[in-house]
């Protein structure tokens, strides 16, 4: 069992920086496939970003590409959100989430396909 943890949420003005982090216990961490998804009150869980097992390949949605970052630290169990030139449309609660099984095709960015998640951190950015 995969235990997952966000942290890093906040109130920023719209053009600031944030940085997500997400700690995971149990389960072998480097074998995971990892995922950043928000949410908005009302609507469905939405794909930001993904990374596979060792870092080599992530996939973004493209309202974030050349703005946000997604990486990992497979020492220390963690994964991060680099979120530069915030904007209000970002606001949300932010998930960290894990695959169960690497991810193919159009599952890297399907809600569905992944097994574990965290509770949640809440950005606001303020225009």
């Known amino acids: 069992q995969v235990q997952l943890v966000e942290s890093g949420g906040g109130l920023v003005q719209a053009g600031d920086s944030l940085r997500l982090s997400c700690a995971a216990s149990?389960?072998?961490?480097?074998?995971?496939?990892l995922g950043w998804f928000r949410q908005t009150p009302g609507k469905e869980r939405e794909f930001v970003a993904a990374?596979?097992?060792?870092?080599?390949?992530?996939y973004y949605t493209d309202s974030v590409k050349g703005r946000f970052t997604i990486s990992r630290d497979n020492a220390e169990k963690k994964m991060y959100l680099q979120m530069n030139s915030l904007k209000a449309e970002d606001t949300a609660a932010y998930y960290c989430a894990a695959a169960r099984h690497p991810p193919v095709g159009q599952s890297w960015y399907n809600a569905g396909d992944y097994a574990y998640w965290g509770q949640g951190t809440q950005v606001t950015v303020s225009s």
């Open positions: 149990g389960g072998t961490f480097s074998y995971l496939s």
């Open positions: 990374i596979n097992w060792n870092g080599n390949r992530a």
